[in-house]
């Protein structure tokens, strides 16, 4: 078992950052590939980014590249996304989430363990 704590999320303006973290505890974490899905209200749940084991490999979502940098920090047991010039459309409940499959997992059904969330709110 996997336990996944995000932390970090909170309201800003449109233009401002976040960075968001996610503590596991129990396995392995570096066996584990990683990953960030948002769920807005109405929306269905949404891949941000993944990295892969190591963290030599990541993918972003088209609409978050190049504002959006996704980490992890293996000694520590912690992921991070770091959130840059935000807008109002990625304000949303932010999962972190675990795989056991090698590479990168894209999709929510390749995904064992998932955190609580935690809300990201940007003003326009």
């Known amino acids: 078992q996997v336990q996944l704590v995000e932390s970090g999320g909170g309201l800003v303006q449109a233009g401002g950052s976040l960075r968001l973290s996610c503590a596991a505890s129990g396995r392995t974490f570096s066996s584990y590939t990683m990953g960030w899905f948002r769920q807005a209200p109405g929306k269905e749940r949404e891949i941000v980014a993944s990295?892969?084991?190591?963290?030599?490999?990541?993918y972003y979502a088209s609409s978050v590249k190049g504002r959006f940098t996704i980490s992890r920090d293996n000694a520590k047991n912690t992921m991070y996304l770091q959130m840059n010039s935000l807008k109002p459309e990625d304000t949303a409940v932010y999962y972190c989430?675990?795989?056991?499959?090698?590479?990168?997992?894209?999709?929510?059904?390749?995904?064992?363990?998932w955190g609580q969330g935690t809300q990201v709110t940007v003003s326009s």
């Open positions: 990295i892969s084991r190591a963290g030599g490999t990541t």
């Open positions: 989430a675990g795989s056991s499959r090698s590479g990168l997992a894209l999709r929510t059904y390749e995904y064992d363990y």
